[in-house]
Nanobody, 123 residues
Framework: QVQLVESGGGSVQAGGSLRLSCSAS????????MGWFRQAPGKGREGVAG???????TYYADSVKGRFTISRDNAKNVYLQMNSLKPEDTAMYYC?????????????????WGQGTQVTVSS
C-alpha cells in the first residue's frame, strides 16, 4: 500500500509558476513509478508527467514539455515544477503511484492516487 498526499496548488496568472508536491508513504513507496495527472471540468484525466524509480527517467506530455519538470527526492517525495503556466493548464492535479507501468502517462496503469490539488491559471 502507498498513501499519497498532494499540496501546492493555487491560483496564478498566465505566465506564472507553481510547484506541486506529493508525499508518499508506505512500505514500498521508494520503489514505485510516480506520475502527475490532471483533469479539467468536462474532460478526461490526462497524463502530465511521470518518473521511474531507480534511474529517475522522466516522461512528459507534449503539452507541457519544456514548461513542467517532474523530480523526486529521497525516493519518497515527488514534485512538479510548473512554469509558463497557461489558462489551459487549469485543472485538478493528482499524484499517482504504481508498482510497475508500461505507459507512464496512462492513468489506467496507476493503482494509488492522492486526493488532488486544484490549479487555476487566469488570463
Amino acid at each position: 500500500q502507498v498513501q499519497l498526499v498532494e499540496s501546492g496548488g493555487g491560483s496564478v496568472q498566465a505566465g506564472g509558476s507553481l510547484r506541486l508536491s506529493c508525499s508518499a508513504s508506505g512500505d514500498s513507496s521508494s520503489r514505485v513509478y510516480m506520475g502527475w495527472f490532471r483533469q479539467a471540468p468536462g474532460k478526461g484525466r490526462e497524463g502530465v508527467a511521470g518518473i521511474r524509480p531507480g534511474d529517475g527517467t522522466t516522461y512528459y506530455a507534449d503539452s507541457v514539455k519544456g514548461r513542467f519538470t517532474i523530480s523526486r527526492d529521497n525516493a519518497k517525495n515527488v514534485y512538479l515544477q510548473m512554469n509558463s503556466l497557461k489558462p489551459e493548464d487549469t485543472a485538478m492535479y493528482y499524484c499517482a503511484a504504481a508498482n510497475y507501468v508500461l505507459r507512464p502517462l496512462d492513468w489506467a496503469e496507476y493503482s494509488y492516487w492522492g486526493q488532488g490539488t486544484q490549479v487555476t491559471v487566469s488570463s
